[in-house]
């Protein structure tokens, strides 16, 4: 078991974790930290999936107008910091900040450009719908095969903007991320976090990761990769009123190389 220390909130002994029972006027609370390589590099020949003007790329003229970046493989050059990585409670807290309640009328933006999922992990909560446009000028097709929600499959047309997208409702929570492919460009990738509470988020650039409005008391944390997942159980103890600092999350190269 893995356990963050909060002094006088939380005794960590022995691996033990001893908490302080909050009361009914208890604050919210928040995390913050970040996902660093922990050795290595990542070899070069990786960090792409497409070069730019790569004539035997499909639709060439778009797809391989720039670089595309491997985004399962971003790994920032200054700070080693790794970009989407996923971080959430693995279930919904009996108490949650109703401040931090969605906008159900307000969906998440899926978006398609240069021939990329944009962003390529999205955080999407039960009565949310996300809203799947197409930025480039070319058709994709966007696929999915959920566990608990209705799968799709459909071709989003060229130049598709907000507000004129195809909006897929999310009813249930997933066990496991949701990936996302287009089957005519098939190195498009991406994944939706689908989950029944506030309480994820996803890397930035630099690694960085911050989760706010906690209840009080300690929580299971997964830290999930494409690869799979990183720490099934990191367990953090909140303090109200407070934002509580996670250790370095540290991965081997070899990890995220698998």
């Known amino acids: 078991m893995r356990a963050v220390k909060c002094l006088g ?9 001893t908490t302080w ?20 590099e990542i070899p070069e020949a990786k960090k792409l999936i497409v070069r730019k003007g790569d004539a035997g790329v499909k639709d060439a003229a778009v797809c391989a107008a720039i670089d595309l970046p491997n985004e399962d493989l971003q790994v920032d050059a200054a700070t080693k910091g790794i970009a989407n990585i996923a971080i959430y409670l693995r279930k919904a807290p009996s ?6 309640k969605p906008d159900s009328e307000v969906p998440v933006i899926w978006d398609q450009k240069n021939c990329q999922f944009l962003p390529h992990v999205a955080v999407v909560q039960v009565g949310q719908s996300v809203e799947i446009l197409n930025s480039d000028a070319i058709s994709h097709n966007t696929r999915n095969n ?38 005519i460009h098939p190195w498009m990738s991406g994944y939706w976090i689908a989950v029944d509470h506030p309480y994820a988020a996803v890397t930035a650039t630099d690694g960085t990761f911050s989760i706010k409005g906690l209840p009080p008391g300690e929580h299971e944390f997964r830290v999930w990769h494409p690869v799979g997942y990183l720490e099934k159980s990191l367990k953090v103890v909140v303090k109200a009123d407070s934002v509580t600092s996670v250790p370095d999350i540290k991965v081997p190269a070899s990890t995220i190389l698998k």
């Open 9 to 17: 909130f939380a005794a960590v002994v022995a691996g033990i974790v």
């Open 95 to 100: 108490k949650i900040n109703p401040a931090l």
């Open 146 to 183: 959920p566990i608990k929600n209705a799968g799709f499959n459909f071709i989003v047309s060229a130049n598709t903007a907000k507000g004129a997208g195809v909006k897929v409702p999310l009813k249930f929570a997933e066990n496991v991320p949701v990936g996302i492919k287009c089957d």
């Open 21 to 40: 029972a909050p009361t009914a006027d208890a604050q919210w609370g928040d995390i913050k930290g970040r996902v660093i390589l922990a050795d290595g």
